[in-house]
């Protein structure tokens, strides 16, 4: 059975840091690329970063360009998202997402949910 | 980057009707749509990709169609748990954008 369980998500400041984790398993890991999408309380979905299999091409959406880095360990079976320069804008929750590219996102984890806040 | 504009953005509609939500894109992505299905505080479920073939185990109520700039998501014989939101997605090209959501209700 595939599953995908994150984790590290938490109350954190504005400007703070955060990395969330996606344990993977039920699967071959290392043969999906993946990807992080999130959902602010209240909104839609917003896909946030892909990366693929052997990490040579990664993507992030541009409200997360610069600030949000996508990372692998397919020994580990792991996906992470590291976060800084973190807004209230990021308050969210997020999900890790198997991709069977291109597309579709056919399972997805229970979500992890971030909340920027003073 | 690709828009996708979903109408309605809110459906209420009776046991038993049949409905339809249109998904309409910027640029034409052939089929590469895909259709989700999500139900409040759980993630999403994978319904329909590309744009007409139902991942296996979607009931057949469910059905899809389209391919360009235009696709629709159609849902006969609704029942109470059919109650969710409805996304779709791109996957043309990143960013993998998806609609705003259409609310269905049942009355």
């Known amino acids: 059975e595939v599953q995908l369980v994150e984790s590290g998500g938490g109350l954190v400041k504005p400007g703070g840091s955060l990395r969330l984790s996606c344990a993977a398993s039920g699967f071959t890991f290392s043969t999906y690329s993946m990807n992080w999408v999130r959902q602010a309380p209240g909104q839609g979905l917003e896909w946030v970063s892909s990366i693929s299999t052997s990490s040579s091409y990664i993507y992030y959406a541009d409200s997360v360009k610069g600030r949000f880095t996508i990372s692998r360990d397919n020994a580990k079976n792991s996906l992470y998202l590291q976060m800084t320069s973190l807004r209230a804008e990021d308050t969210a929750v997020y999900y890790c997402?198997?991709?069977?590219?291109?597309?579709?996102?056919?399972?997805w984890g229970q979500g992890a949910l971030v909340t920027v806040s003073s | 980057d690709i828009q996708l504009t979903q109408s309605p953005s809110f459906l209420s509609a009776s046991v038993g009707d049949r409905v339809t939500i249109t998904c309409r894109a910027s640029q034409g992505i052939s089929s590469f749509l895909a259709w989700y299905q999500q139900k409040p505080g759980k993630a999403p479920n994978f319904l329909i990709y590309?744009?007409?073939t139902l991942q296996s185990g979607v009931p057949s109520k469910f059905s899809g169609s389209g391919s360009g700039t235009e696709f629709t998501l159609t849902i006969s014989s609704l029942q109470p748990e059919d109650s969710a939101t409805y996304y779709c997605?791109?996957?043309?090209?990143?960013?993998?954008?998806f609609g705003q959501g259409t609310k269905l209700e049942i009355k």
């Open positions: 997402a198997r991709d069977a590219w291109p597309g579709p996102f056919d399972y």
């Open positions: 590309p744009a007409s």
């Open positions: 997605q791109q996957f043309d090209n990143y960013p993998y954008t």
